[in-house]
């Protein structure tokens, strides 16, 4: 099996291909309209989902089958199509343009696989298992979705304040020290509203393993 490179992508006003306009492809254009991604919908019917979305101007629908050169402007494609013709002239275009492609459940056309994702705040945790089990990877989501261990994203805002204000000063805290500063016991005061102590009782225990002390005002 392929060995995947993990990486976010940035698809921000980047028009990306979605072929399909069933409940998959739905899905699918929810998922790039949450990242701000610009997207072009080919399929000659779309269920309602889609439809209202092309309605609303949030989606350009072409209402019609894909045609090679379809793939021009595209910066990533995903065929949510179960036309296996479709998905290989797809796929042909797609090395040939060196667009990104996701083939939904057909892994040896892809260039790129999704994960299963488990979001708080801030934080996303995608797992993948390259294809072997996608029943494995939601697995995971769902207990990470129930684990204590996601709630420390809602720590993210806290940490992301305190290493601006670290930044500022001149202090540089080394990783292991930043992990060590990260606790239960800071969570739990996030949790119950004490931002302020949180962010005081922080920032002293990262001063503390400071390796370049703050320079004055």
């Known amino acids: 099996m392929a060995a995947?490179?993990?990486?976010?992508?940035?698809?921000?006003?980047?028009?990306?291909i979605v072929i399909g306009g069933g409940n998959i492809g739905e899905e699918k254009v929810h998922k790039l309209l949450e990242c701000g991604a610009k997207v072009v919908v080919i399929s000659p019917e779309v269920n309602?989902?889609?439809?209202?979305?092309?309605?609303?101007?949030?989606?350009e629908w072409l209402k019609r089958q894909y045609q090679?050169?379809?793939?021009?402007?595209?910066?990533?494609?995903?065929a949510a199509t179960d036309?296996?013709?479709?998905?290989?002239?797809?796929?042909?275009?797609?090395?040939?343009?060196?667009?990104?492609?996701?083939?939904?459940?057909?892994?040896?056309?892809?260039?790129?696989?999704?994960?299963?994702?488990?979001?708080?705040?801030?934080v996303t945790i995608a797992t993948s298992t390259g294809g072997a089990s996608p029943a494995l990877a939601r697995k995971f989501r769902e207990?990470?979705?129930?684990?204590?261990?996601?709630?420390?994203?809602?720590l993210a805002p806290l940490l992301s304040d305190a290493r601006a204000e670290l930044k500022r000063t001149g202090a540089r805290v080394e990783p292991?020290?930043?992990?060590?500063?990260?606790?239960?016991?800071?969570?739990?005061?996030?949790?119950?509203?004490?931002?302020?102590?949180?962010?005081e009782t922080l920032m002293a225990q990262l001063l503390e393993g400071a390796t370049v002390a703050p320079t004055g005002d």
């Open 83 to 122: 036309d296996n013709s479709v998905n290989q002239l797809v796929a042909k275009e797609a090395r040939g343009r060196n667009v990104l492609l996701n083939v939904v459940d057909v892994t040896h056309l892809c260039t790129f696989i999704a994960p299963s994702v488990a979001r708080r705040g801030d």
């Open 68 to 78: 090679p050169g379809d793939l021009a402007d595209a910066f990533i494609a995903i």
């Open 143 to 154: 207990e990470l979705s129930r684990s204590r261990l996601l709630e420390y994203a809602d």
């Open 48 to 59: 309602d989902g889609v439809k209202e979305l092309a309605d609303g101007e949030r989606v």
């Open 4 to 16: 995947y490179y993990p990486v976010f992508i940035d698809v921000h006003n980047r028009c990306c």
């Open 176 to 199: 292991d020290h930043w992990q060590t500063c990260i606790t239960e016991s800071l969570l739990d005061m996030v949790q119950a509203g004490d931002t302020k102590g949180a962010k």
